[in-house]
């Protein structure tokens, strides 16, 4: 049940940026999205029941703070094929996890996988 739920969550989700953001994701980008949702929700959960629970160490999916004095960038790139639209965004934040400064690009062109994400 509790995965249905953040499935129907995260397609409402994604909805809202659709109809507030013009910005649509590829169907299994929501289901991506509501997968680890509930998976990082299970962690916590169990692990705040079970004592015995080993709770597995961090992927490198996850974001890390930076070292003090420096700063983050973390990119993303989104490829609708179809439109021939790539969008862009970029969040720098601090060693505290603050957001620093960031920014968002669309542009009207076909660019690779590679060529976007750079």
Known sequence: ???VA???WS???HRNDVVW???PSLPNQVERIAYDAWNDWFAVHHLKHDE???F???TTDRWEKPHICWVKCNVDAAFFVETR???MSACFQDHGG???AGFTQRQHVTLSTVEGEA
């Open 1 to 3: 049940m509790g995965r």
């Open 6 to 8: 953040t499935l129907l």
């Open 11 to 13: 397609i409402w989700q």
């Open 21 to 23: 953001n013009d910005s």
């Open 52 to 54: 015995n629970y080993i």
């Open 56 to 58: 597995a160490p961090p």
């Open 85 to 87: 639209v790539v969008t």
């Open 98 to 100: 603050n957001f620093v």
